[in-house]
Structures are given as structure tokens and as C-alpha cells.
């Protein structure tokens, strides 16, 4: 058996060999793959370090200065989409976030109501070897009242009210608004409702630091992957 | 006697070494697969040749009139943004080609000052023609978004279908003209 | 997947160019191996004296085309990432069709051109402005070409996609083709030979 291939010339030994690879190759499947494979311990160890998330004060400061080299993914559903949703953000609902819609250059910010099918969006993205996912800290409940609706300290030193200023600058840019001092005293029984979501006008007259939006149109770009 | 009509063994022998024999083809072209698999797995694409003449007279244009650069839309697709035209990863690419086959000349003796051309044509004859190819290829190169190296090689590879479409048209458009070109090679 | 290890943050843009250019220099030195710097070599497959450029592409494209599909199949090598300039079938065909005429009467195709004047060759030079000037003249021209440019538009496309057939059965194939290409490619050559041969 060994003999007939001694007495091939080079180039047939090559020819041999390309159309063994070839046939093997039929088995091939080259497609989006469909399963994520998590190593537990980094996993873990990444949650821990915070390296896992962005929190709604970044990312609002990212949207503000219009940082453009991520991408913000809404993993609700479209309705929840339409009614109100983080400026900037495109909508890939939970169950089709591994898809293939996102690629793995990218870098990827996921949000929903609360921090849970973020986190667990997150996951499985990484398990699917995406070098870049980030959730957005406890979601829509932080960005609501960390961004739109700061909460005005009791009692503020210069610091702290300084602080609120700038917080409230933002609020106001995201079309939020800034409350009214808590007063301390035990924690009411209901929780105080957030005012109602509106989706945020175009900001108009913007105070002085931040940046208008992007509304220029960008120059085209050069041509990177041509042959 | 013509300048430039060297045969590849003229010349005072102590400078003129024998040109060794040419590669196996077949080895050449597995050599050339790994380095477009090595680009595949490095930098997510493969190679080409003609995108880097774009940028280059791209930049030469809006050297002269950066106006007119910047309004063609052929030539701006390689202008604005950030970094400089000839930053460009198919410019540093052809450098390379250049060096590439410099070395591999020079180590087997191949480099010398000549004009390719068949027996029966004039050394003008053949220059002009060979201005003309290239531009005639320029053309082709540019509907087809790419040449040898980026369409047929680095998309062959990759299964594109445009790729193949290309591939067979210009072995088509090259056996067509040969016959009317046999007075160049042959 | 940790390829296209650029894409998925390894390295940036700064390095990127230095690969450029040793893949550069890969890629010409394979060239130059295999006698592209040459017209007459070339120009001899469409005289179907000397196949050699039939049988450099076609042994780098199963060697490429082989490399991706079993990284790929491995789950190393994450293919969407890799960048399949989109297919505008006609423009393609009737740009192929310019090249290869371009080919026979210029002697050279862009990279082939490059090695070429590397190693001396006056002609090779001269493609190189033959070219450059063309380039030009399509930009110039572009507007008035719109309309065959985007002819044929169907995005990136795969043979695959495009026939509904797997991808591995397509390598395959290819693989065949190409195969039973060298083998004919030596035969026509055989024959050539033997009949200038015998017309001497």
C-alpha cells in the first residue's frame, strides 16, 4: 500500500493531497457558529474586575461626545424599542443577539429594563469568543435615574453640587429632568415613581462643554478593504 | 545595435551570472496561497495590486487640484478621512511586492536591464503596447474592482462569485486577443 | 475565534501596515519564482506554450481556499470577518474581459508589472504608467460610467450562496477542477511542444 505512493512525482503527491483535503473538506461547515463555550474561572474573574460593564454616567458622557467606535444594542423588543429607547441604540432583540447581526470587531454595549438578559446576552456573546461586550450597568433603571433623573444631594458641599450641575446638564440634553433633595427619613413604602419617559427632543441650545451632537454630515470615507 | 536588446546571458562574464531555472509553478502558487492565507488570518483580507495604484494617483491629483480630487467620486473614495492616501494597506502591500521580487530576482540572477518582447517586433513597437495594456487593463481593472491578486486569487480563494465571473472573462478576453497580438510574443 | 486577528483586536493600525508590507514582499518573491517578472513567460498562456499562470493561481487558490475553510471549520478563523468585496457580475465580466485583452497587449497585470520593473524590465516599467495614466483617465471618465460600474449588483456573494449548494461540497469541486486543470494544462503543453517541434 506504502509503495504506490513512493512512486508518485511530487506534483502528483500534491495533486493527492489537495483532492484528500478537498474530500474532507466536504464535511465543512464554515457558517455562524451556533454554541458558546465559557471559561468559568476568566468568566468570573472578569465580572468581578467590573471589566464586564459600562456604567450609564459613561455612557452618557459616550453619547454626548459622540464617540462613534461601538455599537449600543437594545435587546428588548421592538415595541419596548419604539416607546423609548437610549439615543444612539439599535435594537437586536435577546433572542437573536447571536445571530450574526453583530460582528465580532465590534464593540458592543447591551442594555435592557433591568441589568439580568443583558448579563446574560453578555455571556453568551463572550462564550462565542466576542472580545469586546460590556453591559450597561442594571440597564434602563440606572440610566433613569443616574442620567435623566438625577436626584438633587441633601445637604451638598461645593463638590457634590457642582456634581449635580453637570448631572443635570445631562439630564437635560437626554430630554430628563433633575429632582428634587430625598429628605432622609425611613424609606418610603412604595418606591417614588420615576416621571414618565419621553423620548428626547433634539437638543437644542446646549450649555457651554458639551458638544453639539453629530449632526454634520460625515466626510466619506476612505476606501479600507478594496483590492 | 540596440540598447537594450540584452539577452538574459550578455554581458562580461564575471557580471553577468547564469539566470537560474524558474520555481515549480505549482510550488510558487502554494507559496503564494500561504501569504494570502497569512493576510486572510491576519488582518481579515487578501491581497491586490490595482486599489494601491488608485490611491496613488488619487493622492498625485489632489497634489495638483485638490478640488477636482476631491469632487470625482472615484477618486475621493481614496481621499478624505484621517490618515493620508498612501497610508494605505494595498500601498505598503505593492512596496512590498517591489522588494519581494527584487530579492527573489536578484538571488536567482534575473534582474537585467531588458524589454521583454517576441522576435518580431521593434523595442518601441513593444513599449507602446505595453503603455497601452496598461491602460486598457486600468479600465478593466477598475469595473471589475480589482486585478489578479484581489479579484481572481484573494476571491477565488474566497468563493466569491464575482470573483470567479472575473476570473473566466479575463482568461476568455486574453485567448480572444491573442491572436491578434501574436505579432508581439511570437 | 481568534482570527482575523487584526479585526478582533491584537493589533492596530500601525502594525497592519508593516504586515502590509512583508506580505508584500511574500507575495513578490513568489512572483518572481515563478518567472511573472517576465512577459514572455505570462503572455505564453494565452499560447498555451507555458500554463504557468493557470497553474500558480489555481494551486494558490486551492492553498488559500483549503487554509480558510479548515480554520474556518475549526472555529479559529471567523469568516463574516473576513472582507468579500461585493460582486457586480457585469461590470466584472466586462471588466475581466478588458483585462485579459489588457494582459495579452500590455504583457503584465498589475502585480505581475510591479515584479517586472523590479527586476529591470524596461516594458514592465512602461505598464506601470500605461497604468497609472489609465487609472486616471477612469477617474476622469468615472461619471459617464456609472451606469456600468454598478452593473450586476448583488452584494458579497459566495459560489455557495449564489448555487444553494454547501460550502464544503464547493471546495470540493473546485479542488477537482482545478486538479484535473493541471493535468491538462501539462497535456495541451505536451502537445504544443511536440507540434512546434514538428513544424520546425
Request: glycine share 14%; aromatic share 10%.
Amino acid at each position: 500500500m506504502r509503495g504506490w505512493i513512493s512512486k508518485l512525482t511530487t506534483n502528483q503527491r500534491l495533486a493527492a493531497l489537495a483532492l484528500a483535503l478537498g474530500a474532507i473538506a466536504i464535511a465543512a461547515t464554515v457558517g455562524p457558529q451556533r454554541t458558546a463555550t465559557v471559561n468559568a474561572k476568566e468568566l468570573l474573574t472578569r465580572v468581578e474586575r467590573g471589566d464586564d460593564h459600562v456604567t450609564p454616567a459613561e455612557l452618557a458622557v459616550w453619547i454626548i461626545n459622540g464617540r462613534a467606535d461601538y455599537r449600543l444594542v437594545d435587546i428588548r423588543g421592538a415595541q419596548a424599542f419604539a416607546a423609548y429607547h437610549i439615543p444612539t441604540a439599535e435594537n437586536v432583540p435577546l433572542s437573536q443577539v447571536a445571530d450574526g447581526g453583530l460582528a465580532r470587531s465590534d464593540k458592543i454595549v447591551l442594555y435592557g429594563d433591568g441589568g439580568i438578559h443583558a448579563a446574560q446576552a453578555w455571556m453568551v456573546l463572550v462564550g462565542m469568543g466576542y472580545p469586546r461586550v460590556y453591559t450597561l450597568l442594571e440597564g434602563l433603571d440606572a440610566w433613569k435615574e443616574d442620567v435623566l433623573f438625577p436626584v438633587a444631594p441633601a445637604n451638598p458641599g461645593p463638590a457634590e453640587q457642582a456634581r449635580f450641575e453637570r448631572a443635570a446638564q445631562v439630564a437635560k440634553f437626554f430630554g430628563g429632568q433633575p429632582r428634587a433633595a430625598i429628605t432622609a427619613g425611613p424609606a418610603p413604602a412604595q418606591p417614588v415613581p420615576a416621571p414618565p419617559l419621553v423620548a428626547p427632543a433634539p437638543p437644542a441650545a446646549l450649555a457651554p462643554g458639551l458638544p453639539a451632537s453629530s449632526g454634520a454630515a460625515t466626510p466619506p470615507k476612505k476606501k479600507r478593504e478594496g483590492c | 545595435m540596440e540598447p537594450f536588446a540584452h539577452d538574459l546571458m550578455d554581458g562580461p562574464p564575471e557580471v553577468a551570472r547564469a539566470p537560474r531555472p524558474y520555481a515549480n509553478p505549482y510550488l510558487a502558487g502554494i507559496g503564494i496561497g500561504i501569504v494570502l492565507l497569512a493576510a486572510f488570518v491576519l488582518v481579515g483580507r487578501g491581497l491586490g495590486a490595482s486599489g494601491a495604484f488608485n490611491s496613488t494617483i488619487a493622492w498625485l491629483v489632489s497634489w495638483v487640484a485638490p478640488g477636482y480630487a476631491h469632487d470625482n467620486g472615484f477618486l475621493a473614495g481614496y481621499l478624505g478621512g484621517d490618515t493620508h492616501p498612501l497610508k494605505s494597506w494595498l500601498v505598503f502591500e505593492v512596496a512590498g511586492v517591489f522588494v519581494g521580487a527584487l530579492g527573489s530576482g536578484l538571488l536567482a540572477h534575473r534582474v537585467v536591464r531588458t524589454v521583454e518582447r517576441g522576435p518580431r517586433i521593434s523595442i518601441a513597437g513593444r513599449l507602446a503596447l505595453a503603455f497601452l495594456g496598461g491602460m486598457i487593463m486600468a479600465f478593466g481593472a477598475a469595473l471589475a474592482r480589482g486585478c489578479t491578486s484581489g479579484q481572481a486569487l484573494t476571491g477565488g480563494a474566497l468563493l466569491n462569485l464575482g470573483s470567479w465571473v472575473f476570473m473566466l472573462s479575463v482568461f476568455v478576453g486574453g485567448y480572444a486577443a491573442a491572436w491578434f497580438l501574436r505579432r508581439q510574443w511570437r | 475565534m481568534i482570527a482575523p486577528l487584526e479585526k478582533l483586536g491584537w493589533f492596530g493600525d500601525e502594525t497592519s501596515l508593516v504586515i502590509a508590507f512583508l506580505i508584500g514582499i511574500g507575495f513578490g518573491f513568489f512572483l518572481e519564482r515563478a518567472g511573472f517578472g517576465s512577459a514572455k513567460k505570462l503572455v505564453a498562456q494565452f499560447y498555451l506554450r507555458d500554463l504557468a499562470v493557470f497553474k500558480v493561481m489555481f494551486s494558490a487558490i486551492v492553498t488559500a481556499m483549503l487554509g480558510v475553510t479548515y480554520l474556518a471549520w475549526a472555529g479559529y478563523l471567523d469568516l463574516s470577518l473576513v472582507y468579500l468585496v461585493p460582486t457586480f457580475w457585469i461590470a466584472q465580466l466586462a471588466g475581466g474581459l478588458l483585462l485579459g485583452v489588457g494582459f495579452v497587449v500590455g504583457g503584465y497585470c498589475p502585480g505581475t508589472s510591479i515584479a517586472s520593473a523590479a527586476t529591470g524590465r524596461i516594458d514592465g516599467v512602461v505598464f506601470v504608467l500605461g497604468f497609472a495614466a489609465g487609472t486616471l483617465g477612469f477617474a476622469v471618465a468615472s461619471p459617464l460610467l456609472q451606469g456600468v460600474l454598478g452593473a450586476g449588483e448583488l452584494g458579497p456573494t459566495t459560489l455557495p450562496d449564489a448555487l444553494g449548494v454547501p460550502y464544503g461540497a464547493v471546495v470540493f469541486a473546485v479542488v477537482v477542477v482545478a486538479v484535473a486543470g493541471f493535468a491538462g494544462a501539462s497535456w495541451i503543453e505536451r502537445r504544443m511542444a511536440a507540434r512546434d517541434a514538428g513544424v520546425r
